[in-house]
């Protein structure tokens, strides 16, 4: 089978859009070696520059102008790929327009309405903005064959807001962005507690409250520390038991070993967001076997399961209820050892790239099938 790939950023840049396009890409060429990549880096970086336009309520790539020309690049690329079918990776403003006659599979952590409504940063869009950018969706929902969403979350939303039946909804996390399997080494009983921050926008990834959280729990385990890897906030610094370790990137060996070490040492995973539409930092957590402790919204309940691979709070939980939760796991070593081995079940089972690609099999199956296109 031919595949045209298509994703919101370079699938060749493994930094790009949280290393999404680089590992899916990985696991569909693996699948489907005949896999052809549409790049589109010039009008990329026309995005990029332009999306300063976002402060005052204009999100550049919800242009129609700069759609119709993406869409024109794109099917210019596809007449001479020819493929079967097209997997794509977000990317709706590239692909709203193309030629509607290519089968095709769509992925994406939610759709346009869901995010704008849901994240604070989209709050000030103006009117235009919102309306157009609905009707590029739209287009590119209606010509879709199948939707990829990555959590229940996610493909509840879509039905509620596009009307998308249910037989063209296939609710599939995305793997763990990770170089290889770390493996699992179950924790050892006792010890310092550890609790690891990862991310790079403090507030919405709930820093503040993860910093509360820690001095709760450490005002009972005076040896409890928090390590904080991605930024370096102010309020964090200087403070006895915080370890600051700032951006770990995983294309430099020495900054992604270290980035395995912290992982590897931690106890429990901390980031309390308030907006989070999957959240892929949980899958890695599950792939080193250590419970995720997160806030119960959008898409993060698909990843983190309560009480069974990780603790959900409320969105109102205060800190104390956090360190509550957290105390009472950690003093109940066998219950700690049935949360960590389920994590790891759970990315062995489901928060992989191998389970995501056959998911990717059985959809692509579906959409040529229904077109005509011979099976592979």
Not at 134 to 150: A, K, S, Y
Not at 177 to 183: A, H, R, T, V, Y
Not at 250 to 272: G, H, N, T
Request: hydrophobic content about 45%.
């Amino acid at each position: 089978m031919r595949l045209g790939y298509i994703s919101i950023a370079s699938p060749f840049d493994r930094a790009s859009w949280s290393g999404v396009p680089w590992y899916s890409y990985n696991e569909v060429k693996k699948r489907f070696p005949d896999t052809h990549v549409i790049d589109t880096p010039r009008l990329d970086k026309l995005v990029t520059r332009l999306a300063p336009l976002a402060r005052a309520g204009i999100l550049v790539s919800r242009e129609p102008i700069l759609a119709r020309a993406f869409s024109t690049y794109v099917d210019k690329q596809l007449e001479k790929i020819r493929p079967d079918a097209i997997v794509a990776i977000g990317a709706a403003h590239k692909l709203a327009y193309i030629n509607k006659k290519w089968p095709m599979v769509y992925v994406a952590d939610a759709l346009f309405d869901t995010i704008i409504n849901y994240y604070d940063q989209y709050r000030g869009l103006n009117e235009r903005t919102r309306r157009v950018g609905n009707i590029m969706q739209r287009e590119l929902v209606d010509r879709c064959d199948i939707l990829m969403m990555t959590s229940q979350w996610a493909a509840d939303a879509a039905a509620a807001d596009y009307g998308i039946a249910a037989e063209r909804l296939l609710p599939t996390p995305y793997g763990a962005n990770l170089e290889s399997d770390p493996g699992f080494k179950p924790p050892s009983p006792g010890g310092v507690l550890r609790l690891l921050f990862a991310g790079y926008a403090w507030e919405r990834k709930g820093g503040p409250l993860a910093l509360e959280i820690w001095k709760a729990v450490r005002a009972r385990l005076p040896d409890a520390e928090l390590h904080i890897i991605g930024c370096r906030p102010p309020a964090a610094t200087g403070l006895e038991g915080v370890h600051i370790h700032g951006l770990l990137r995983k294309s430099v060996p020495d900054e992604y070993a270290r980035f395995v070490q912290l992982f590897a040492a931690s106890s429990f995973f901390l980031m309390p967001s308030r907006q989070e539409a999957f959240g892929l930092v949980f899958g890695e957590t599950a792939a080193f076997g250590r419970p995720a402790v997160a806030m119960a919204t959008g898409g993060v309940p698909t990843v983190v399961q309560d009480g069974r691979t990780g603790l959900l709070m409320q969105p109102d939980a205060s800190a104390a209820t956090y360190a509550d939760r957290i105390l009472s796991v950690w003093s109940d070593p066998a219950g700690y050892s049935s949360l960590c081995r389920a994590a790891r079940r759970d990315f062995e089972q489901r928060l992989n790239w191998d389970a995501w690609g056959q998911r990717l099999e059985i959809a692509l199956e579906q959409v040529t099938r229904s077109s005509g296109v011979e099976q592979w």
